[in-house]
C-alpha cells in the first residue's frame, strides 16, 4: 500500500525503542560514548528517568510493579528530535512536525550503527516498538464518529447514545513477528491544544511491537521496521474515513 501524503498530518510523535534482555553487558560509559558519535545531530542532553510496568510472579501470586529507569537523553537544537540510552533501553523520536519515514528512519539507522561501534558483545533484543501517536482535531463541537472512523465503539440502540469519555484498545496479530495495538480515546489531561476552540480533539496511537528475541543487528531490526510501519501505515488508514482524509488535506500525486 502506498503511503498517503497530508499537508496537515496528525501525527504528533513517532518513537521507535528497542529493549534489551540480560545480554547487554552495560557499561556506565556508553552513554558518554554515544554522545560524542551524535552530538552534531543531537547537541543537547540532560538526565531522563521513565517509568516501566514489568508483570512479576511470586508463587502462584502475580503482580504488576513499577521501575524507574534512569538514562540519558540527547536533543537537537530544537527538541524534536531525541534518542534515549539507559541499561537495556534505546529509543529514538520524532515531534511534530512529522515529515516523513523517508526523513525519520535514517535517524534510527544512525543511532543503531553508532552503537553497534561502541558495545563490545552483541546483545539479544527482546523486543522492538514502532509507534506513532496522533492527535485528531475535528472543527465540530459534536462528532459522529461513524463519520470520520472505521475504527471506534459501538454503543447499542438501547444504551445512552452520547458519550462522555471512552477509551478503545484492539490486539490484532499482523504478521509472523508482529503485534499490532490500537487505541482510540480522548488526549490525556492537558494534552489537547487549543482548547478554548470548538473542536472535537481525540488520540489515535498505533504501536506494532515485535514478539520475538533477535541478535543486535542493524539489517534485522531496519528489516523489522520497515515492515512495522507499512503496517502501522495500513492501519491508520482503515482507522479513518475519507471525512478525515479531507481534514488532513491528502496531497495528490
Known sequence: MKERRYKKPPIIEA????????????????????YERLSKSYPKKSRRSIQEARINQEGNEIKQ????????????????????????VLAVSRLAPYHSWQQFKPKIANTISELTEIISETPRVQ??????????KIPQENVELDEYFAFRPYVGPDLPQKLLSFF???LFDASDNCQLRVELAPPPPGQAEDQTLKHVVLRLVLSCQSLNPVLFSKEDILGWIDTAHCRVVETFEGC?????RAIFEEEKP
Open 127 to 136: 523486543n522492538i516498538i514502532l509507534q506513532y501517536i496522533n492527535h485528531i
Open 240 to 244: 479513518i474515513t475519507d471525512s478525515l
Open 65 to 88: 510493579d513499577i521501575y524507574i529507569i534512569d538514562g540519558s537523553l540527547f536533543m537537537s537544537d530544537d527538541n524534536r528530535d531525541t534518542v534515549f540510552i539507559a541499561p537495556g
Open 168 to 170: 478503545l484498545g484492539c
Open 15 to 34: 518513537v521507535c525503542q528497542i529493549k534489551f534482555d540480560d545480554t547487554f553487558s552495560w557499561d556506565h560509559t556508553i552513554p558518554g560514548m554515544l
